[in-house]
């Protein structure tokens, strides 16, 4: 089991930053790859930032490319998620996500995790 907290999420105005944080318990925490997706109201779960166990790769929508920045510290056992340049279209509810297990689906599928956070509240103010 792997239980996980996210964090920092909140009110800011469009052109700021906020960083989430992900606090990851139950298992070997360096042993697993983690993602972010984020669901705004009336749409679907969509993928934002993933990387792999060791942080020695990382992947982006499109839509976040060159604004966001996912990183990981594995001694703290917590993901992170640097947001600048907030658009209001960021608003949404973000989650991190954790893949123990070998699967098919790449880790820009949600069908790729295994364990989901509670997700924290981000809205951008125009």
């Known amino acids: 089991q792997v239980q996980l907290v996210e964090s920092g999420g909140g009110l800011v105005q469009a052109g700021g930053s906020l960083r989430l944080s992900c606090a990851a318990s139950?298992?070997?925490?360096?042993?697993?790859?983690m993602g972010w997706f984020r669901q705004a109201p009336g749409k679907e779960r969509e993928f934002v930032a993933a990387?792999?166990?060791?942080?020695?790769?990382?992947d982006y929508a499109d839509s976040v490319k060159g604004r966001f920045t996912i990183s990981r510290d594995n001694a703290k056992n917590t993901l992170y998620l640097q947001m600048t340049k907030l658009k209001p279209e960021d608003t949404a509810v973000y989650y991190c996500a954790a893949a123990i297990r070998k699967s098919t689906y790449t880790l820009r599928d949600h069908s790729a995790y295994d364990y989901w956070g509670q997700g924290t509240q981000v809205t951008v103010s125009s």
């Open positions: 139950g298992r070997t925490f360096s042993s697993y790859n």
């Open positions: 990387i792999n166990w060791f942080a020695t790769s990382t």
